[in-house]
């Protein structure tokens, strides 16, 4: 046995999510859309982020460009331009905790996740921050990412897992991985394991050094 929280980056995308949607309805899962803020912009992408609020799945705040990780961008104008950009997009879909989920640029935990002004971001508005404990790779390796996914769970009590509703083809495997993991014991949560939330609402609540750089901020111009 163990437990499995799924989320899915970067999205909406349609001609994917929608799909997403209707096999996590049809076993009646819940998980966490962290979306990227400039896609919203599009009203069908917009719909599809209202339809799965409205299907009880939380929407997160995954950046508004997903370009550059934020550890790494010197502007000082950074938290806001991608940050509280895309919680104003998100707007009345935002869940309580403002779930906030920095790019890795390839799944990294390492410090090219924040930096300080980020940091500072979250906790003056009051973001909770998710990170992940597997990185099955699917947007990589479309077709072979399930076998990995599933060796993933096995190894750990509780695996907040990162899939992407994009149009790679991977998430045409989408019902095989769960029925496997299914049949493996799994139990699916909503909520993130406490270890992988090392901010939450707006408080530092575990130790975040490793995920924030030391770049020089420039003032913005």
Known sequence: MFDLTLSF?????PGVTERVLDILAEREL????????????????????VRAHEAGHWIGN?????????????????????????QAAIGELAHPQRWFRPFGGGGNLDD???????VRHLER?????????????????????????????????????????????????????????AANGARFRQEF?????????????LPIHDYVSSIEESAPT
Request: aromatic share 6%.
């Open 30 to 49: 819940k998980t966490t859309f962290f979306v990227i803020g400039e896609k919203l912009a599009d009203p069908v992408r917009r719909g599809l982020a």
């Open 193 to 205: 394991p406490p270890d992988c939330v090392p901010i939450r609402s707006g408080a530092v609540v």
């Open 125 to 181: 508005h009051r973001h909770s921050c998710v990170l992940w404990n597997a990185i099955p790779r699917d947007w990589d390796d479309p077709d072979g990412w399930v076998a990995r996914a599933l060796a993933q769970c096995r190894a750990q009590p509780w695996t907040l897992m990162v899939l992407h509703d994009l149009p790679t083809g991977a998430m045409r495997h989408l019902e095989r991985f769960l029925d496997a993991a």
């Open 62 to 86: 995954h950046t508004y460009t997903h370009s550059v990780p934020l550890g790494e961008q010197p502007g000082a104008d950074t938290a806001e331009a991608e940050i509280g950009r895309t």
């Open 9 to 13: 980056d970067n999205g909406p995308e």
């Open 112 to 118: 090219r996740l924040l930096k300080p002004s980020v």
